[in-house]
């Protein structure tokens, strides 16, 4: 027998005017160009659902089901998604409470899965059948993964220079991959032509309602796992933001819903690359809206995102939450991953290892002290990424051990 849980979608709306937009259609952006939100009747379920039910259903995130859109359970896909766990830095930090929370343990290695996953089953419920996205890597895998398992058809446009085993894995799952000559926002441009002339619908990130949803479940997971407090600071890797922006969505939520037993919010770091860090550049110059910055480059590629149409509410959630923005070299990042790795055993991703170096600088300019609990997130596995060559040649027959 198929389960059914209740559902407490009552509309969405404008993420910078507020402005309602209906359930039960088909939405991108809102009339005024922005990322929608979901909004819920949080009294009705705060009445209706006991939090540590939820929390002892296995499922992974979709054990969230009161708190997401998806109405029918028929239109979820599910590969084995688990709560990912949180991993003390102790031999770096024996002195200090610093966890990665490791999103490289999800169905297809990344934390992607958690966006797409809800972005396939709301789109399946709203009657669509072939589905686009730009994707610098893990955002294309995850989509195909999902869509092919709900019989769907997706198409996956990057920039050439992605690496090899992100175009081979996406299309492996079984989506059609296009190497374009452009960034990501170039071929973002091109899928959104592309929807516009009803080819496909365009999942790009905050461009459609509820991959957000999707990201909030880290929020929920990780309150839940901190027996229903919060970490005192949060290291986000911010690409498109969508994590930043749905963390601080879970924790609002949880808040109305008094779920939190300790009601302090993290403060937000968002972390970008020196070579592409216009959320930074806007924090700092007091900024809400983020220019776009040129020539991006950075081999951090989940983070190599010039233009995000969420900035508003990556910044607002930094500002709001007393947090703050900070640029990592590539050369920092390299040896933060050696670090991690050697010490810890922990193959970070190198948007993962930029995390742990913010930590290190943040904590080295006194932004962050010794007694405070931070979390770091590694959004994707190691092994995804090219490593340094190793090895050193044995000769067998030699007698030298
Ligand atoms: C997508 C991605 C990011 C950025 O996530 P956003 O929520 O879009 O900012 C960071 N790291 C990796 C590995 C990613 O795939």
Not at 117 to 132: Q, R
Not at 326 to 338: K, N, P, S, T, V
Request: negative net charge; proline residues 5%; hydrophobic residues 45%.
């Amino acid at each position: 027998m198929i389960q059914e849980y209740a559902n407490f979608l009552t509309h969405l709306e404008c993420g910078l005017s507020g402005e309602r937009h209906e359930s039960g259609q088909v939405h991108g952006l809102s009339r005024a160009q922005k990322p929608l939100l979901a909004r819920y009747d949080l009294p009705k379920l705060k009445e209706n659902v006991d939090r540590d039910e939820v929390w002892a259903r296995d499922g992974g995130f979709w054990k969230w089901r009161e708190l997401l859109p998806v109405a029918k359970t028929k239109n979820i896909c599910a590969l084995g998604e688990v709560d990912t766990p949180l991993i003390g830095l102790s031999r770096l930090h024996p002195n200090a409470k610093v966890l990665v929370k490791d999103e490289g343990r999800l169905p297809t290695g990344s934390f992607k899965a958690r966006g797409l996953a809800l972005a396939v089953a709301m789109a399946k419920e709203l009657g669509l059948s072939h589905l686009a996205m730009p994707t610098n890597g893990n955002a294309g895998a995850a989509l195909s993964a999902y869509a092919s398992r709900l019989g769907m058809q997706s198409t996956v446009v990057c920039p050439d220079d992605t690496p090899a085993i992100n175009i081979e894995e996406t299309a492996l799952h079984g989506a059609r991959v296009l190497k374009a000559n452009g960034l990501i926002n170039d071929c973002g441009a091109w899928v959104k032509a592309g929807a516009e002339q009803g080819k496909w619908f365009d999942l790009s990130t905050l461009k459609e309602p509820y991959r957000i949803e999707g990201k909030k479940t880290m929020g929920l997971e990780l309150a839940a796992q901190m027996k229903w407090s919060l970490p005192d600071v949060i290291f986000y890797p911010t690409g498109g933001g969508t994590g930043l922006i749905g963390m601080c969505k879970a924790f609002e939520e949880l808040l109305e819903l008094g779920w939190l037993d300790k009601t302090d919010i993290p403060r937000m770091v968002a972390v970008q690359a020196e070579g592409c860090a216009p959320i930074v550049r806007a924090f700092e110059r007091g900024e809400r809206f983020a220019e776009v910055w040129p020539d991006a480059h950075t081999f951090a590629a989940g983070i190599r995102v010039p233009a995000a149409v969420g900035d508003f509410l990556i910044l607002d959630g930094v500002r709001n939450s007393g947090g703050f923005a900070i640029a990592i070299g590539d050369e920092q990042i390299e040896q933060a991953r050696l670090a991690v790795a050697r010490e810890e055993g922990l193959l970070l991703c190198p948007e993962g290892a930029a995390t742990y170096a913010a930590y290190v600088q943040a904590r080295a300019e006194g932004l962050v002290t010794v007694d405070e609990t931070a979390v770091l997130f590694n959004c994707a596995t190691g092994l995804k990424y090219p490593m340094p060559g190793a090895g050193i040649a044995l000769d067998l027959k030699g007698q030298t051990f």
